[in-house]
């Protein structure tokens, strides 16, 4: 049953607002800025997207007193991330009570934010927090945070000068370069690559009959359509069934197992000595974690299971890995190990491919950047082509040149997306991410600003402060 909103939910928000400000202003927040001005530079840090990793890094650093900062995102206001269109599951797969970009401030919790909406007793009832809901409470929160964002706005290319990074930008197509001393990377799941679409459905289907789980789909186009999903991952089944729900004739689910994955095995990851510490490792125990983690992708969760499996248009077909797809007399034709099929639409939920050389914020250098193929020779027997392809990033979520001495300017780049998962764990872009994740990368990049502007550091310290008091209130006078 859906809840509906507390009738003064409008103004139980507005008073939680005052209550994070006071919050805040207990805990002496903001700090006047303390940053020095390097000339030549428009910003200290660039952040590359604008959802709700990018929302946390920018807070952070503005309750540290970094005020030159902007958040750039090329989707519009309020379509910042995959929620509004892209994220087609009814629930986050996540526990309602996991901590999340509120950075310790209890009154900017999503419970703080769902009790204020629909009542004091709401988030009791509450199982798992519904997707809309969540871009809902972003909203707010970046509403709270007052981030200096800019929406419509493309990177188009990063490359290094001697002023520092150049961000190139298009909006409304207008051009513009930011220069900044850092950039932070909060691009996502694919920020690093792209959608992995096999050969197969590029070579054999005009472009216009399939499509990616990243891609927003017009499901209602679907209504009364075959539909072929190739996938068995958890968006694979949430676009499958969005369009069930749509009303699609049939919908075919392929999976290349003998079996569903049945478990996440993500969540063996997640607590606090690792969730902290997993970065702390060395490489051959990363290697041994992330090859077990990133080797299949992440099981579907019961509700999504049955959330298909309700229709009965709809059918999953077991070991049945597509060996070819082509169009036949204006159907799709599709032939797996045992069976063939016909259908009007195919939706391909295959997960992503390492692939920098397609960001355009990374072409300009993406030969530069190490990956773990480069870095780390597993044991025989443990090779994984997948995990080797991830970019290596070091602690303070840098990018490792491939060659040592040829782009020393990766150093100012930060990297807080999915595809630092094997180098940093799960400090990435998903929700459980940014309690451990992003402390740490604000400390990274505010110990590198003060480095480098080590004597205008030491200077500001070892000049005299103001005088507490003045010689007429110490000295004896001739009326004492």
């Known amino acids: 049953m859906k809840v509906q909103p507390h009738r003064d939910a409008a103004e139980r928000l507005a008073a939680l607002k005052r209550r994070v400000l006071r919050a805040l202003g207990y805990l002496g927040e903001p700090p006047a800025p303390w940053m020095a001005r390097r000339a030549g530079t428009t910003h200290d840090v660039v952040i590359v997207g604008a959802g709700q990793a990018g929302l946390a890094i920018g807070f952070a650093l503005q309750r540290e007193g970094i005020d030159r900062v902007v958040l750039l995102d090329a989707r519009p206001a309020g379509q910042e991330g995959p929620w509004r269109d892209v994220a087609r599951m009814e629930t986050l797969r996540s526990p309602k009570d996991l901590v999340g970009p509120e950075q310790g401030i209890a009154e900017l919790t999503f419970r703080a934010w769902y009790e204020a909406v629909f009542g004091d007793d709401a988030y009791d009832r509450l199982g798992r927090i519904p997707t809309g809901q969540w871009m809902d409470y972003l909203l707010w929160y970046r509403d709270v945070a007052d981030l200096p964002i800019k929406n419509d706005t493309a990177v188009v290319r990063i490359e290094h000068s001697d002023a520092g990074l150049l961000v190139h930008t298009v909006r409304a197509g207008v051009a513009d370069i930011l220069i900044a001393r850092k950039v932070v990377l909060a691009t996502g799941m694919d920020g690093f690559g792209r959608p992995l679409i096999p050969q197969i459905v590029r070579a054999g289907l005009p472009r216009e009959r399939y499509a990616h789980c990243l891609e927003a789909v017009d499901f209602a186009a679907l209504k009364g359509r075959r539909v072929a999903v190739l996938g068995a991952a958890s968006s694979a089944f949430d676009y499958a069934a969005e369009a069930l729900e749509a009303g699609a004739a ?76 082509a169009m036949r007399d204006g159907e799709i034709y599709i032939e797996t190990e045992t069976t063939a099929h016909r259908a009007d639409f195919a939706i391909v939920g295959t997960g992503f491919e390492m692939a920098p050389e397609a960001r355009p914020e990374l072409a300009a250098f993406a030969d530069k950047i190490a990956r773990w193929g480069d870095r780390y020779t597993p044991p025989p027997g443990d090779e994984s082509p997948v995990a080797a392809a991830f970019p290596y990033i070091d602690p303070d979520f840098r990018p490792v040149e491939k060659a040592a001495g040829t782009a020393p300017f990766l150093s100012d780049i930060h990297f807080f997306a999915w595809a630092g998962s094997v180098s940093n764990g799960r400090y990435s872009s998903e929700v459980s991410s940014l309690r451990y994740g992003v402390p740490r990368l604000v400390r990274a990049l505010c110990r590198d600003l003060v480095r480098a502007d080590a004597d205008f550091h030491v200077a500001r310290i070892r000049a005299l402060p103001e005088p507490e008091f003045g010689p007429d209130e110490y000295e004896a006078g001739p009326d004492r």
């Not at 490792?281 to 041994?288: E, G, P, V």
């Not at 099981?299 to 298909?308: D, H, K, S, W």
Request: hydrophobic content about 40%.
């Open 250 to 325: 049939q919908v075919d689910l392929f999976c290349r197992g003998a079996a569903l994955a049945d478990r996440n095995r993500f969540k063996q990851i997640n607590y606090p000595g690792v969730n902290n510490h997993y970065v702390d490792l060395d490489d051959a125990d990363k290697w041994r974690v992330m090859t077990a983690l990133v080797s299949r992708a992440v099981g579907v969760i019961r509700p999504t299971l049955q959330r298909c499996t309700r229709h009965r248009n709809f059918q999953i077909h077991l070991n049945a890995g597509w060996r070819n797809v």
